[in-house]
Every structure is written in C-alpha cells, then in structure tokens.
C-alpha cells in the first residue's frame, strides 16, 4: 500500500459527521476535524447514511464489498455521495480496528476502484496501467485514521440523532430513502461486543 504511505494522514480522536437539514432531495453534510471542516450538499440520488452505514456494517463483520462486475474487495469499501454535476468519493480501509478514511472530492471513481484492486501497490498499478500511479493528494479533502469504534458510534449518534428531530415519515417524504435497519441493528450489536 505505498501508493497511500506518501498522504498527509491525520489520527483523530474527535472526527464529527454532522446532518443539516434535509428538504427537497437534498442532504446537508458536515464533515469536520480541529483542523478542517468541509460541507455539502448530497443529492437524493444516493443515499449518504445508509450507504455509509451498509459499507461499515460489512467493514466490521469481516464481509466483501461489491464494485464492479465480479470485484470485490476485502477490508475496503467506497461510498459515493452524488453532488449533482460533482462527486464526493469516501474510501473506509479496516485494519485492526482502525478505519483509514479518506474523502476526496471529483476523483475518479474507477480509478480508485483499480488502485483497492491493485492494493494501493505502485508495481502492480505500473504493471497493469503502463503508467506511474497518480497523485492521490489532489482533490484530497481528508485523510483520518480512527478507531472503528468511534467510527461505529458515531454513525450510530447520527442516526440516533435523525431519529430523534425527524419523523420516520417526514424524513422519507422530504428525502425518499430510510436507511437499513437490519444494518443498523447489526451495528448496535457489534457496538455491544465491541466497546
């Protein structure tokens, strides 16, 4: 994985997701560090939590998660969050309970498809590419590593927190998707064998 050894990572302990208001198909993110905040708006034609939420679920219960034709990867996952005319592109890496993330906005999404499939590794790129690997640090907006238990509670927090300030019913209306609740479920019961 030399290819993700030259990026500016950060290890954070108080990473935040925030949800904004969600009216008329659109979602507002807040993604922050101490450092950093960065905010958008993700349109209704993905589904940002549940996305995020499904990918976790199977980052921590050890399952493959499906690109492309038949690829898949291992202890990766890639959640797309469609702006509408722009892309943010987040890559969640599980190693020993800790999730590398890394966020990067209007990056090409096969090819960081093809860098997971080559794992991040320069020869194996070259070999398959006939070209040097990119430059991953432009258009990168995070590059965190955080327990994967932090990162568990606080996706639980945020969908607690939906739950909370926006009925079942008004949250479909104004944003047309509910997350999974059997993934939510699961993440719940990892948290209980895991914290």
Known sequence: MDILKKLPFQTVENFIIRVGAIEHGWMDITIAT???QFSYLASYSTDPLNDLLNATV???TDKPFHIRGNWYL???AIVIHDLEGSIILWLIINS???FTILIWEDINQEMIEDLCHYNFESAIYQKFE????PDLSKKLLFALNVSAIFFAKTLKNILDDLKERVEQNNYEDNWGYEYSEENYTKLINWLATHS
């Open 96 to 98: 020993n309970g800790i």
């Open 74 to 76: 291992n202890e990766k």
């Open 130 to 133: 006939f070209e040097e690997p």
């Open 34 to 36: 101490p450092e950093k």
């Open 58 to 60: 199977l980052l921590l």
